[in-house]
């Protein structure tokens, strides 16, 4: 969601405050702004829409001062304008802020009693003004900063910089991120240590309930009854420099050819070059056969990864699973089994709900297995046992490689107990794991196939609804593929178990709607699905067809549009059919004009409910 870096120095903050924006980017942003101390009063630059008008602000009318704060803004409380954007200030404080302030209401009508006048739309104002309120009746700014925190209900993370204290930066963290920079004579915050790490690789990420009181040369963590707590200091192993699209127009489709290489070095962290054998860390198989149960809970496109996940944990593996959305998950207070695992999944390794959700578990007894994109991540750290996916950092909103990743990682994991277990043969071993080591190569081919897609897609954009149909385990690539196109495109999408049709979706066929079927002829349920094309395509609808070679010949008669991809082992299947639907939502997108990488409403990283 939001993002926020704060800089105290000896220098001009302003450059290296636009350039931690910039690496906030990725979390999805409607608006940005700066604020710093100049000549010891508080002067700020915001402006709507993206970072390239800030730039342009600031390019206008300089911004100067040793000491800032800025932000990125997913709106939530009032529309995505330069005067809802932060940071939100008075003449006596400024403040960033990433959350929601849960009784902003009960706080801006006391404060409007005492006669504070409110500008914007947002909960965050509240802030600025109650700090304001302390500050006036003779607080200092920390007395002022720790009497606003106590009031706060919510998720939040907050940095403050006051008029008149050019040497002091104070922030908070209380359920959303939040990280301590350490550099030479300076200081920063950050939501995450990529935000920081051009700036310094030495991190304190904080922990819930801890307040920061910094200068450019000390740093203070305290709780909330003024106690004293040490952090570690961590050497981040996040890379200063910035990731660019390089030949590519945009993030997305950088990212989406991106995918054999990192598939290839998510598989090779985990097959042992000596034996071609798949080998896990930490004991995670003794763990998972110890297991009564695995339930699997992520957000998005990682549940629909989830839901691969149980298909190959349960048919391959025999182990029995459940899967949850994570929103859901807690407030169900489901019970939970004496020694059961959980595995958790997020690119982020930040979002809210499934952070809640792990919590709920671990004060349940399960042993927590999280899958993350990004190291030093809030869901690592909580964790029992953590794997990386190796995808890099993934910048387009829209998930293409971290997805496939996970899915490669979660393959791997249901393949090696499987072969532990014995519940595969040695021959059906050595044919699965072939398919494995195959993944790299045959994503690569099926991205060969990109001019088609484009192609299709210069039809497809056209439509006002689009059904996606697959069966087993490209079920759920069915349910991603709509995801996409809608995430993108805008376009209403839908995806549906092949076998459903007939319980409701039929009846919104017609000659406008593209059905996109994922069906790969050694698929074993590909006859049942093929009966499925047929009756859609008597009710006139369009039918486009993924499949390999002998699944195109025997619809040709029934489809509009054919991509015909190479065959592939049907326990791969859901990874490499991620890599078409990715690409027809991308260039659907393109062909209609939109934010491809920045889609409206959304954000990378989820961090408030």
């Not at 450059?15 to 910039?22: A, F, H, K, Y």
């Not at 990109?450 to 759920?476: C, E, F, T």
Request: charged share 20%; glycine share 8%; aromatic share 6%.
């Amino acid at each position: 969601m939001c993002g926020i870096i704060g800089i105290i120095g000896s220098n001009d903050a302003s450059p290296q405050l636009l350039e931690g924006l910039q690496r906030l980017e990725y979390r999805g942003y409607d608006s940005a702004g700066i604020a710093t101390l100049s000549n010891g009063k508080i002067d700020r630059r915001r402006a709507e829409g993206k970072l390239v008008n800030l730039k342009k602000l600031i390019e206008k009318n300089n911004l100067s001062g040793n000491i800032g704060i800025g932000h990125t803004r997913w709106a939530t409380h009032g529309g995505p304008t330069t005067n809802n954007a932060h940071p939100h200030a008075t003449e006596k404080v400024a403040v960033v802020h990433n959350g929601i302030i849960e009784n902003y209401a009960e706080l801006k009508k006391e404060l409007q009693e005492a006669q504070c006048r409110f500008e914007t739309d947002t909960d965050t104002e509240v802030i600025a003004h109650l700090l304001t309120h302390y500050i006036t009746q003779g607080k200092t700014p920390q007395e002022a900063a720790d009497q606003t925190f106590a009031r706060l209900e919510g998720a939040y993370a907050l940095a403050l910089i006051f008029a008149g204290e050019d040497n002091l930066m104070i922030g908070v963290r209380q359920g959303t991120p939040l990280a301590v920079g350490y550099g030479d004579d300076e200081m920063y915050l950050g939501s995450d240590s990529y935000s920081l790490a051009h700036l310094t690789q030495k991190i304190t990420f904080l922990e819930d309930g801890d307040r920061v009181s910094m200068t450019k040369n000390s740093v203070r963590i305290y709780t909330a009854d003024n106690d004293n707590v040490e952090r570690p200091i961590r050497v981040t192993a996040q890379s200063g420099a910035t990731t660019g699209k390089g030949e590519y127009a945009h993030f997305m489709l950088k990212e989406i050819y991106e995918q054999p290489a990192v598939i290839g070095d998510t598989l090779n962290s985990f097959i042992n070059p000596a034996t071609n054998e798949i080998t896990l860390p930490h004991n995670i198989l003794e763990e998972i056969n110890k297991a009564p149960r695995i339930t699997l809970i992520a957000c998005g496109t990682a549940f629909y990864a989830c839901l691969v996940a149980k298909y190959w944990l349960e048919t391959i593996a025999r182990i029995p699973c459940e899967v949850d959305v994570a929103s859901e998950f807690r407030y169900r207070e489901a019970p939970m089994p004496k020694d059961g695992l959980c595995i958790f999944i997020s690119q982020s390794g930040e979002t809210l709900d499934t952070l809640e959700a792990l919590r709920y578990c671990k004060r349940q007894d399960q042993k927590i297995l999280s899958i993350v994109n990004t190291i030093e991540s809030t869901i690592e750290r909580e964790s029992d046992i953590v794997l990386h996916t190796l995808a890099g950092p993934e910048i387009a909103v829209a998930s293409t490689k971290a997805t496939t990743c996970q899915l490669t990682t979660l393959a791997c994991i249901a393949f090696a107990i499987a072969h532990k277990n014995k519940k595969i043969d040695t021959a059906k071993m050595q044919e699965m794991g072939e398919a494995l080591r195959h993944i790299p190569k045959l994503a690569a081919e099926i991205l060969q196939h990109d001019d088609v897609i484009k192609d299709i897609a210069k039809q497809v954009y056209k439509s006002n609804y689009v059904l996606y149909i697959g069966r087993g385990s490209l079920y759920p690539v069915a349910l991603e593929g709509a995801l996409k196109l809608k995430e993108i495109s805008y376009i209403t999408a839908e995806g549906y178990a092949a076998g459903e049709m007939k319980h409701g979706p039929i009846a919104l066929i017609d000659e406008n709607v593209p059905i996109v079927v994922i069906a790969p002829s050694n698929e074993p349920l590909f006859d049942k699905t093929l009966s499925n094309v047929k009756e859609t395509n008597a009710r006139g609808g369009k039918i486009l067809l993924l499949s390999d070679k002998a699944g195109a010949e025997k619809m040709q008669d029934m489809t509009s549009w054919s991509v015909t991809l190479g065959e592939v082992h049907p326990f791969v299947a859901p990874i490499l059919y991620m890599l078409p639907v990715q690409l027809l939502a991308y260039h659907v997108a393109v062909a209609k004009g939109t934010d491809v990488d920045q889609p409206r409403n959304l954000a990378k990283s989820v961090t408030v409910e």
